[in-house]
């Protein structure tokens, strides 16, 4: 088992970056591949990308293409997703999740540990 919490979110203005963690905790990150999500009010829960333990970054959203990056600090078992140029279309609250084995990670059911949630609002 793993506990993935996530921190780093607030209120920005629009252009701004901001850079999120999930820190790991019962279990280290690099057994896990790590996806990150975001769920806007009244709309579903939507896939951004998967940091595979490989190393290998897949990003899908074309929202963040571009503009979203993760990086792994295994001493802290802890994954940093980067996003840069924020938009208010970016408000949302950002989960990180944890999947064991899959080779299609898009969806949410392939994963099996989430985080809480940490809140992301850009103001225009």
């Known amino acids: 088992q793993v506990q993935l919490v996530e921190s780093g979110g607030g209120l920005v203005q629009a252009g701004a970056s901001l850079r999120l963690s999930c820190t790991a905790s019962g279990n280290t990150v690099s057994g896990f591949d790590m996806g990150w999500f975001r769920q806007a009010p009244g709309k579903e829960r939507e896939f951004l990308a998967t940091a ?73």
């Open 52 to 124: 595979r333990r490989s190393g290998a970054l897949e990003v899908y959203a074309r929202s963040v293409v571009g503009r979203f990056t993760i990086s792994r600090d295994n001493a802290k078992n802890t994954v940093y997703p980067q996003m840069n140029n924020l938009a208010p279309e970016d408000t949302a609250v950002y989960y990180c999740a944890a999947a064991e084995t899959g080779l299609d990670l898009r969806p949410a059911n392939q994963y099996t540990y989430w985080g809480q949630g940490t809140q992301v609002t850009v103001s225009s």
